[in-house]
């Protein structure tokens, strides 16, 4: 079984419409991560949430809002999609305090925004 | 600001030849790094981390290697096989304490056979 999940893996939606990628995870972990992964861009981070009731912005946070529902979940939405947040949205886990460590990324959803 | 970067996009072995893939990263404080595998429709996969206190660990089949005086990191993959086709990542530890990875692009390798 897959220890981080996502869901859904695939989505097409319209400009303006709500919507929310979740993520679950069965490691434990306290941190969790959201990225989106562009073609020629790698990897940008979107927010990241050191245990449930921390939440942080990352680079690119802009149209963009998280909630961690719990320690093994954490949702990120896309108030009112436009085109331009056309991409690969991966979410990722970490063990937490202060010990460095790999992050654990989930499959993917792809996202296309019309 | 500071950023992580590679040398190249692509690289292109024959099956069984050693791979060497770089990267340059401009924060003289990141202590950690990492380099992913992200195969075609899947999500990153850890291959291995060093320390910035270390200039060179080894894994199965892969070395990486750190050199902080150029700031420059490369990921050694020995007896290239097909199954290494993939875009390899590095990343680097910029947030400090706080921990936060920032990506490279990515190096798209191609093995062929």
């Known amino acids: 079984d897959a220890d981080v999940t996502q869901t859904p893996r695939n989505r097409i939606t319209k400009t303006g419409k709500r919507i929310m990628l979740e993520c679950s995870q069965t490691?434990?972990?306290?941190?969790m991560y959201w990225y989106r992964q562009d073609p020629g861009l790698g990897l940008r981070l979107i927010y990241y949430?050191?245990?449930?009731?921390?939440?942080n912005k990352g680079e690119i946070s802009d149209g963009y809002s998280v909630s961690r529902q719990a320690q093994a979940k954490f949702s990120l939405s896309l108030e009112s999609a436009i085109p331009n947040q056309t991409a690969l949205y991966f979410c990722?886990?970490?063990?937490?305090?202060?010990?460095?460590?790999?992050?654990?990324f989930g499959p993917g959803t792809r996202l296309t925004v019309l | 600001g500071e950023s992580v970067g590679l040398h190249l996009p692509t690289l292109s072995v024959q099956e069984g030849d050693n791979s060497i893939i770089n990267c340059a990263y401009s924060?003289?404080?990141?202590?950690?790094f990492i380099w992913y595998k992200q195969e075609s429709g899947k999500g990153p996969q850890f291959i291995i981390d060093?320390?910035?206190?270390?200039d060179k660990r080894q894994g199965q089949r892969v070395t990486v290697l750190l050199n902080k005086t150029v700031k420059h990191l490369s990921l050694q993959i020995a007896a290239t096989q097909p199954g290494d086709s993939a875009v390899y990542f590095c990343?680097?530890?910029?947030?400090?304490?706080?921990?936060?990875?920032?990506f490279g692009k990515g190096t798209l390798l191609t093995v062929n056979p």
């Open positions: 990722a886990t970490s063990q937490g305090l202060a010990v460095l460590a790999e992050q654990f």
């Open positions: 490691k434990g972990h306290d941190r």
């Open positions: 949430s050191f245990d449930v009731k921390d939440i």
């Open positions: 924060n003289s404080a990141s202590d950690y």
């Open positions: 060093i320390r910035s206190n270390m």
């Open positions: 990343a680097e530890n910029s947030g400090g304490s706080n921990y936060k990875l920032t």
